[in-house]
């Protein structure tokens, strides 16, 4: 659910500034500067760096997903809770035909649950012990069919691909910003960039990157309608109906800290409805509701 958004937009965020940061330290970023603005060199730049933060985020997204929730693998079933969820998970695996996932439970009172990798087929599969403790059998069951319907869809590659896109335009685009102020408004003459031309590509790219996530949870927003379609299709519409009547009994006003509310599952409006990751339950509910 929430998570794999945004553990995938933070490690996505993470690389991106140190990938900056070494180029810069490096003088590679200087380059297109020598002799003034190299478009071409900026924008190939740009794409490199951009799009390398994404995929690189999506390379690690198993390992980084297991080390931030503590996420452990299921080797060998131990109970009969454990079996049946990795049964389930295999079976809603074959039915789409993906292969067979890494199955994790992580120890969290949230009822969460997501699913993230590189490829279709060697994807992870994790869910909350309060996921298990608050749910029955069959609306845990539609929650990990709409996991696997995320797999099955590639949603993971998709949304690397559309950060790795917005992340080049965030960073051609704030440079050329810097560049224009540095000459226009502090008429810096000189070779290469002045200090206004790095203070404003910071602060044009903090800036820019906002609405460029943005633009990321709003196709979040539509893969969630289409993973519950695809979890109906696995289990029936009236479990995955439960399990989001479910989720909106239990979940209150979010318990997250103040700069983490937007990501909450629980959906909001307005202004904030533009930095939600998944739909308000509600929509969901009623979607779900027509497509039945």
Known sequence: MVKRIFLFLVTNLAILVVLSISLRLLGIESIFNQQGLDMSALLVYAAVIGMAGSFISLAISKWSAKMLTGAQVIERPSNPTEIWLVDTIKRHAQRVGVGMPEV???DS????AFATGMMRNNALVAVSTGLLQGMNKDEVDAVLGHEISHVANGDMVTLA???GVVNTFVIFLSRVIGYLVDRTVFKTEREGPGPAFWITSIVAQLVLSILATMIVLWFSRRREFRADAGSAKLVGPG????A???LKANVEPPR????MKAFGIAGGSGFTRL???????D???AALQAWH
């Open 109 to 112: 009172p949230d009822m969460n």
């Open 239 to 242: 479990k995955m109906i439960a």
């Open 244 to 246: 989001l009547e479910r």
């Open 104 to 106: 994790a439970i992580y």
């Open 275 to 281: 930095f939600m990751s998944h739909p308000p339950l």
């Open 161 to 163: 691909l559309i950060q």
């Open 256 to 259: 997250l800290p103040e700069h």
């Open 283 to 285: 929509e969901r509910i």
